[in-house]
């Protein structure tokens, strides 16, 4: 089956610092890649839309300057979350449609930030 | 009017017992239907998937979907404390994206 890698799974740093989270389609090509964010005992909430070779679609609300997506191929997506501040920190989660069940969603594990 | 309902829980069952758990949404245009399991601190995982009105089964799964209500269900028999997650229901509106609910804890006690 389809399989999503996130890395890091954890990671902390500093306030105004910045942070890359990558996503990678592992045995299928992702044109599309979501991510994901989800906050204590919340669900998840859409971020971003991943395109590979164009610009990411933001959903309302997510500022485009401060959470970067790059899409360079089609296996690996990236965000960076720029300037990181104590609220950003949360679970952050990619998807990808792919392999033999494209109309699904496969995630990664999941990157779990924490800004101190 | 939140696009995707669902009640947080937590639902409470015992083990070997049923668990029903409730979705609805809100764009009538919707096609795609997904239940996703998540264990605390992990990411989803898809248990189903549904597309057309009626009963989909998958081994102790069984999804409900009910278009002209706008209602999607899951059933569990035979819960086992294993069960114990939290239940999030994700519906595709269109254009690739899933929204999801807020999701229902279930805990399943042995």
């Known amino acids: 089956g389809a399989v999503v890698s996130q890395h890091p799974s954890r990671v902390i740093c500093k306030s105004g610092t910045s942070v890359k989270i990558e996503c990678r389609s592992l045995d299928f090509q992702a044109t599309t890649m979501f991510w994901y964010r989800q906050f204590p005992k919340k669900s998840l909430m859409l971020m971003a839309t991943?395109?590979?070779?164009?610009?990411?679609?933001?959903e309302q609300g997510v500022e485009k300057d401060k959470f970067l997506i790059n899409h360079a191929s089609l296996t690996l997506s990236t965000l960076t979350v720029t300037s990181a501040h104590p609220e950003d920190s949360s679970f952050y989660i990619c998807?990808?449609?792919?392999?033999?069940?494209?109309?699904?969603?496969?995630f990664g594990a999941g990157s779990r930030l924490t800004v101190l | 009017q939140k696009e995707v309902e669902q009640n947080s829980g937590p639902l409470s069952v015992p083990e070997g017992a049923i668990a029903s758990l409730n979705c609805t949404y809100s764009d009538r245009g919707s096609q795609s239907f997904f239940w996703y399991r998540q264990y605390s601190g992990k990411s989803p995982e898809l248990i189903m998937s549904?597309?057309?009105?009626g009963d989909k089964e998958d081994g102790r799964f069984t999804a409900q979907l009910n278009k002209a209500s706008q209602y999607v269900s899951l059933l569990i028999r035979d819960s086992q404390p294993s069960d114990s997650a939290t239940y999030l229901c994700a519906v595709n509106p269109g254009f690739q994206k899933l929204v999801f609910g807020t999701g229902t804890r279930l805990l399943v006690s042995p």
């Open positions: 991943s395109n590979e070779g164009s610009k990411a679609t933001y």
């Open positions: 549904i597309y057309s009105n």
């Open positions: 998807s990808a449609r792919g392999g033999s069940g494209a109309n699904v969603l496969t």
